[in-house]
């Protein structure tokens, strides 16, 4: 007797399998399931074909049709098609806006009126139409919103007799969140609050909302810092089950873990850290060999060995990817009993490090190098400012080691630079605040020989790992691991800097077939002049953006082949993952899985930019409360940045950047030039271009908007 076919045996099941997994994955949009809840989701009870869908599942991620999270969850992966391109919306102002895509070498224009409400970071469809007028930019129209940045918006509640609205903080959000009285959660009028939004705007209506959290009343520094926090997604606390699973981890080293690592403790080691600093990730230890040679280690903190897979540690570091250091507090990757206590690197304790152990000559010639678990004791903690008087001739501890250091250090710059490295110097800002976080002053950091010893030593670490690691496999086919790389510059870009660095009297040769040459020669040529910021600014703004990935291409910026980080697990993921994999190779194992690694790196980079803009933000908020005492006064300035409706300004003092409006401009009706950088006024012909010295009176601040409103100063 012949047996009837079972339906999952019939011819094409498997494409079946394949539809019901992306139908399913495509309804919930952002929403990530897992095998389980997906199982759930299409009724399945039979094992052999919940093997099916398992295996069908794994070939949709290989494909890239379907993206894999970090925690073992599912979602779909969007991809452009025929006349609709798939991308990001950047929210310029009311009018317009952009969508960034992947998928196209260009940014799609799209009226305010065609955004079908997308909010400024959601992912979205967009139809396109063409080019717009003059041959400019393409022209779309969203079609489809497929996932949102986000629900929860931080802003000011104003309340009315019937109603309430929140005026969101950010200002690429141009629409208040209409509240119902029932749902302000005992707000009061003018306090900062996070909103939820419950039902997005349709036609002319505005956002419906409710208030989740009350943080307090605007102007306070812990409030606003709490804003700032909110807005970018930031906690400013761990969960309850991190900090327990944190709790349970011994502080004592087992004997038999010694047993297993390179024992450093004899080896003369010490850290060097800003002198606020309280998580220590790297050590440096020094000696000299029988054969007259330098054994330097560079020790990392070894964070995996008390970080496991699958644990709520693992996943909230996961999560976070990086520490974030606002103007007056860190929002740590790690609970403060890893981070500052057993991960951090401090004197006079054992501790557990991953090292990178070179031997090399007087002449900085690489010998012999290792890299392995390893144990160390500090000798000494020294800020950057006690190791900067050693080198400039005070007396102080490890005199010699630092001299050597320094030395070598000294010689690995230079050999960077010979290669091609860029030397870029771009000026931060530090404050001087007071108890209560108001700041007093704001002066520019100072980058001295201390620094650039440390990030040599840090250069060659990370370069050496990601060279081990690729070329431990002979031929084409190279182990999984996380590199950091940095594109070319876009050619436009450079040559509108070229065009830009002329006015000022400076030269880029473009034509020069070493492009980190020209480049490091206008470096050379502007520093210490009045345009160095805006020149290096503009000449950083056309290099592409650092990243993470398991693509094993090369960092332009530093003329390294292959490069990663290895050296701040205590406050960056892919850090961790680097260490995992190293610790993986050097025991003999085989390559990891790319897809699930370059998931975890586009992750890490996404979080890097949240990070870098929440930094920005709280400088911003800073700055603009530092001037809130300066109103009324002058000051020399820089023209820094021109668009449509002013021109930003940096004054040469502070460092803090306010606008001129064009619209407060009262002698002409003055136009933007974009492609020379520049605004004309209509009649009169007077230009103001970028890289201008002005004088200016600063007229009104807005910590709200972190906004400083300028006018030029009456001759």
């Known amino acids: 007797m012949t047996k009837s076919r079972n339906k999952k045996d019939k011819p094409g099941h498997e494409n079946n399998i394949k539809d019901k997994l992306l139908n399913l994955l495509s309804k919930a949009k952002s929403k990530a399931y897992s095998f389980k809840d997906i199982i759930k989701k299409v009724g ?65 224009w799209v009226s305010a009126n065609n955004l079908k409400f997308a909010f400024d970071g959601d992912i979205v ?82 956002p419906v909302g409710e208030v989740i959290e009350v943080l307090g009343n605007a102007g306070e520094n812990d409030v606003e810092m709490h804003s700032i926090m909110a807005e970018y997604g930031l906690p400013w606390e761990f969960p ?13 080293i087992p004997d038999n873990e010694i047993k297993k690592r390179r024992d450093f403790r004899s080896i003369t080691t010490f850290t060097i850290d800003p002198v606020d600093a309280k998580d220590f990730d790297d050590a440096l230890s020094i000696r000299r060999l029988e054969n007259g040679n ?111 250091l320094d030395g070598l250090a000294k010689i690995m710059r230079a050999e960077r630079f010979r290669r091609g490295a860029i030397a870029f110097e771009t000026v931060e800002v530090k404050f001087k ?3 209560k976080g108001k700041p007093l002053g704001v002066f520019p950091k100072v980058r001295k020989d201390a620094h650039k010893l440390i990030e040599d030593w840090m250069l060659l670490a990370n370069r050496k790992v990601a060279e081990y690691v690729y070329f431990m496999k002979k031929g084409d086919e190279k182990n999984t691991f996380v590199y950091r790389i940095h594109d070319h510059p876009d050619p436009e870009k450079l040559n509108s800097l070229a065009i830009f660095a002329r006015k000022f009297g400076h030269n880029l040769d473009l034509k ?39 693509d094993p291409e090369k960092h332009f910026g530093l003329a390294y082949k292959h490069y990663t980080h290895f050296t701040s697990p205590i406050r960056r993921y892919p850090d961790v993952m680097v260490h ?24 890490s980079s996404d979080m890097e930019k949240v990070a870098a803009e929440a930094e920005r933000a709280s400088i911003k908020y800073k700055q603009v409360e530092f001037m809130e005492t300066m109103i009324g ?31 407060e401009l009262e002698d002409d009706f003055y136009e933007l030039d974009a492609e020379n950088y520049r605004v004309i006024g209509k009649r009169n012909k007077k230009i103001f271009t970028l890289g201008d010295h002005v004088k200016v009176k600063v007229m009104n601040t807005n910590l709200e908007k972190r906004s400083i409103d300028l006018a030029f100063a009456a001759k």
Not at 244 to 249: H, P, Q
Not at 513 to 524: G, R
């Open 44 to 108: 399945l009870k039979d094992q052999a074909v919940k093997g099916q869908f398992a295996t069908e599942l794994d070939n949709l991620v290989r494909s890239g049709q379907v993206a894999r999270t970090q925690s073992g969850t599912y979602k779909i992966n969007y991809k452009s098609d025929g006349n609709h391109i798939v991308g990001r919306v950047d929210h310029v102002n009311q009018r317009f806006a952009y969508v960034i895509s992947e998928d196209s070498k260009e940014d799609i």
């Open 125 to 206: 469809k967009v139809l396109l139409k063409g080019k717009r007028d003059r041959g400019r930019s393409p022209e779309g129209e969203v079609v489809e919103i497929l996932e949102r940045k986000r629900t929860d918006f931080v802003g000011k509640i104003e309340l009315s007799p019937r109603f309430a609205f929140v005026v969101p903080n950010s200002r690429k959000i141009f629409y208040d969140i209409f509240i119902p009285l029932d749902k302000i959660k005992d707000a009061k009028e003018g306090q900062k609050v996070v909103a939820r939004i419950v039902e997005w705007p349709d036609k002319n209506h505005n």
């Open 240 to 252: 309850e089950t991190v900090e327990r699973d944190a709790d349970k981890i011994p502080v004592e």
């Open 294 to 404: 330098w054994e330097v280690g560079v020790h990392i903190a070894d964070v995996t060995h008390y970080v496991r897979p699958g644990t709520p540690l693992e996943k909230e570091a996961y999560k976070r990817a990086t520490s974030v250091y606002l103007v007056d507090r860190v929002v740590p990757m790690l609970p403060e009993k890893l981070s500052n206590n057993l991960c951090s690197l401090r004197p006079h304790e054992d501790k557990l490090t991953f090292s990178a152990v070179f031997e090399m000559d007087h002449q900085g010639k690489i010998l012999d190098e290792w890299f392995g678990k390893t144990i160390i004791h500090s000798d000494r903690r020294f800020a950057y400012e006690e190791v900067q008087e050693i080198l400039e001739g005070k007396d102080g501890d490890f005199k010699d080691e630092i001299f050597a």
């Open 433 to 435: 605040l007071d108890e």
């Open 512 to 550: 020069d077939k070493d492009l980190s040459n020209a480049l490091n020669k206008l470096v050379t040529d502007v520093e210490n002049t009045p345009e160095q910021n805006v020149l290096q600014s503009l000449a950083i703004r056309s290099m592409a953006k650092a990243k993470y990935t398991t």
């Open 580 to 603: 995992r994999l190293l610790e993986h190779y050097l025991n003999g194992g085989k390559s990891e899985n790319k897809t699930y690694y370059e998931d975890l790196c586009e992750h």
């Open 633 to 663: 006064q002058e000051f020399e300035g820089i023209i820094s940045g021109v668009v449509e409706f002013g021109m930003f300004v940096e004054l040469v003092e502070t460092k803090c950047e306010g606008m001129i409006r064009l619209s």
